[in-house]
């Protein structure tokens, strides 16, 4: 989501609600990982890319209804190969795209989270997108606090432990617990998007080589 992060939060800053698709899970050859993501926003204007063009009118068909009124949607596409023509992903892999409606009241934390992105600081985003939780609700997570809630206490614990733990590595991906957070329960899907600044590359050696790669990694 990084590279739609400024669109995302310029809309949410001026009032407006929505659509955001996200990759969560993908098997096999998929365009995108997870975490890649599409906008629609004011006028039906779309905005990034979930599967490089594959599906992406899919998708943006079920952003509609969002925006309508519908409820949050788990999408998954190339069951089949007919299935996957049809929509177009005719690479030959599958993917999951979870479709959610996001505005100042129901996503209040975005503009802090925009500003952790933009700052460069550490920060990771657990959404419910499957299960008996309460679906597209946020906890937001950082090295030292978290806030919103998914639901219970104790499912908020254990995703926090969890996602930190993801975002020391820089991971994101799809975790599943029981639905008050049992580790070994796999009702409730939790997607983690982590957010970490970029590695720094150090260069040592004294070489003209060096000197050059140095220049151009600054």
């Excluded at 949607?73 to 069951?79: A, C, Q, T």
Aim: glycine share 14%; with cysteine.
């Amino acid at each position: 989501m990084r590279d739609v992060m400024d669109r995302l939060a310029g809309w949410w800053a001026n009032g407006h609600r929505v659509a955001i698709g996200t990759v969560i899970q993908t098997w096999s050859s998929a365009p995108r990982a997870p975490g890649a993501a599409m906008l629609v926003g004011p006028d039906g204007e779309a905005v990034g890319s979930v599967s490089g063009g594959c599906v992406e009118g899919a998708v943006y068909a079920v952003a509609e209804r969002v925006l309508a009124g519908d409820p949050p949607s788990l999408e998954h596409y190339g069951v089949s190969d007919d299935e996957a023509f049809a929509v177009g992903l005719t690479c030959g892999g599958t993917i999951e795209v979870f479709v959610e409606a996001v505005d100042r009241d129901s996503f209040p934390a975005l503009k802090a989270i925009a500003d952790d992105v933009a700052e460069r600081r550490p920060v990771a985003i657990a959404t419910v997108v499957d299960g008996p939780g309460r679906l597209a609700e946020h906890l937001v997570i950082r090295p030292g606090s978290r806030d919103g809630s998914l639901g219970s206490e104790r499912l908020d614990d254990a995703v926090t432990d969890d996602a930190r733990g993801m975002l020391d590595q820089g991971m994101t991906g799809l975790r599943r617990y029981g639905p008050h957070g049992e580790r070994r329960g796999d009702e409730l899907g939790i997607f983690v998007q982590s957010f970490t600044p970029p590695p720094r590359m150090l260069v040592f050696g004294a070489i003209d080589f060096a000197s050059a790669v140095a220049r151009v990694g600054a």
